[in-house]
């Protein structure tokens, strides 16, 4: 086990192809001696996962699929809510075993500089941008209101953004 994990979610067969990006890039650059890969995956799709993808350090591990979480963004009926669904009691003691954990998109190309990039502890990184889809718009006004409300309750400030990215990285604990 490494001291860092990749952490990300496959919901469907979709994600399943796009996965394959970040798993070569993963391999090809020797990623995966220094951070594991965790995938939380659907329970439709685990076995083709499983049988797809291999590795030292990848773990392919079952999520509860949406329906059977708790619903505490109101979002139910919105797929890409679950892409974060892996943070929940019952993975808390894996996710925290890791000094730091990159949680980001199933479809990300890793690059050779990552394997030499070391986070720093007291460093929140995350990715913002201006971009939401259509599907979603009409879930983003329940977004912007639950992320104005968090960031004024640890007094952030908050520009405006429409949507911030599937990428964050931190210490396990900040995560």
């Given at each position: 086990?490494?001291?860092?994990?990749?952490?990300?979610?496959?919901?469907?067969?979709?994600?399943?192809?796009?996965?394959?990006?970040?798993?070569?890039?993963?391999?090809?650059?020797?990623?995966?001696?220094?951070?594991?890969?965790?995938?939380?995956?659907?329970?439709?799709?685990?076995?083709?996962?499983?049988?797809?993808?291999?590795?030292?350090g990848l773990m392919i591990i079952k999520q509860k699929p949406l329906e059977e979480q708790d619903d505490f963004w109101g979002l139910a009926d919105y797929s890409?809510?679950?892409?974060?669904?892996?943070?929940?009691?019952?993975?808390?003691?894996?996710?925290?075993?890791?000094?730091?954990?990159?949680?980001?998109?199933?479809?990300?190309?890793?690059?050779?500089?990552?394997?030499?990039?070391?986070?720093?502890?007291?460093?929140?990184?995350?990715?913002?941008?201006?971009?939401?889809?259509?599907?979603?718009?009409?879930?983003?006004?329940?977004?912007?209101?639950?992320?104005?409300?968090?960031?004024?309750?640890?007094?952030?400030?908050?520009?405006?953004?429409?949507?911030?990215?599937?990428?964050?990285?931190?210490?396990?604990?900040?995560?």
């Amino acid at each position: 086990m490494n001291k860092n994990a990749i952490v990300t979610s496959i919901q469907n067969k979709r994600d399943l192809a796009e996965f394959s990006f970040l798993w070569k890039t993963w391999l090809l650059w020797d990623i995966n001696n220094t951070w594991d890969l965790l995938v939380f995956v659907h329970p439709n799709i685990e076995a083709d996962a499983k049988s797809q993808f291999t590795g030292d350090g990848l773990m392919i591990i079952k999520q509860k699929p949406l329906e059977e979480q708790d619903d505490f963004w109101g979002l139910a009926d919105y797929s890409k809510a679950n892409y974060f669904g892996m943070f929940t009691e019952d993975n808390i003691d894996l996710l925290s075993s890791y000094d730091f954990l990159f949680k980001t998109c199933c479809g990300t190309f890793l690059t050779q500089n990552f394997v030499a990039f070391t986070p720093w502890k007291d460093k929140f990184y995350t990715g913002i941008t201006t971009h939401y889809s259509i599907a979603g718009a009409d879930q983003l006004g329940k977004v912007r209101h639950l992320v104005r409300t968090v960031a004024k309750q640890i007094n952030l400030p908050y520009r405006d953004f429409g949507h911030v990215s599937d990428s964050i990285l931190g210490s396990s604990t900040a995560i």
